[in-house]
């Protein structure tokens, strides 16, 4: 297993500005994939943003331009720094770790990014 705890989410009004974190435990960060999802109430987890092991990035069609993602491997860390929120981003925002070699996936709790209009 790979712990991942988020932390970041909150209240915030539209276009505004948050940064989620997601700390992971481990050895063998430096070669995971990491993305953030994120589930609204009612809808299916979606894909927000991903980085690899070489700091290749994608990201939604929704979010880009809007959302940075960055990952620090000394601290076993991957951020999502969101701006311009819009209402339409509200969700449970999700870490999601991915080892390659493994073939394994971990996720996080979760933490509730809500924007209001």
């Known amino acids: 297993q790979v712990p991942l705890v988020e932390s970041g989410g909150g209240l915030v009004q539209s276009g505004g500005s948050l940064r989620l974190s997601c700390a992971a435990s481990g050895s063998w960060f430096s070669r995971y994939i990491m993305r953030w999802y994120r589930q609204s109430p009612g809808k299916q987890r979606e894909l927000v943003a991903g980085?690899?092991?070489?700091?290749?990035?994608n990201y939604a069609e929704s979010v880009k331009g809007r959302f940075i993602i960055s990952r620090d491997n000394a601290k076993n860390t991957v951020s999502l720094q969101m701006d311009s929120l819009k209402p339409e981003d509200t969700a449970v925002y999700y870490c999601?770790?991915?080892?390659?070699?493994?073939?394994?996936?971990?996720w996080g709790d979760g933490t509730l990014v809500t924007v209001s209009a």
């Open positions: 980085i690899t092991s070489g700091d290749t990035t």
């Open positions: 999601n770790a991915y080892d390659p070699r493994l073939s394994r996936t971990y």
